[in-house]
């Protein structure tokens, strides 16, 4: 008897949701970054002072979010101006 293999079941991609407005806050951190809508992973990485692999980790997990033009990773400013709100509130409330 053939043993049946598992496959794992195509998913349809999620349709992106349109991103939210920025609150005042946000505005104050966005203004810390230069005023382009993609960023490289290194220039990520500057910015919240990591490793470019932490960066490429965040994206892969959902925490940033990432797109690759011409087949490079580009970091969207909006998710790094949330990233960075997050974080600091998680630090405010701890």
Known sequence: MAKSKKYRQRQEPTPKTPEPELTDTDREIECSLPKKDLFRVEETAMYFRTS??????????????AEK???????????IVRLRMSSMLSKRYA
Do not use: F, Y
């Open 69 to 79: 033009p011409g087949g490079q990773m580009r970091i969207t400013r909006v998710s």
């Open 52 to 65: 470019d692999s932490t960066i490429r980790r965040w994206a892969a997990h959902g925490k940033l979010d």
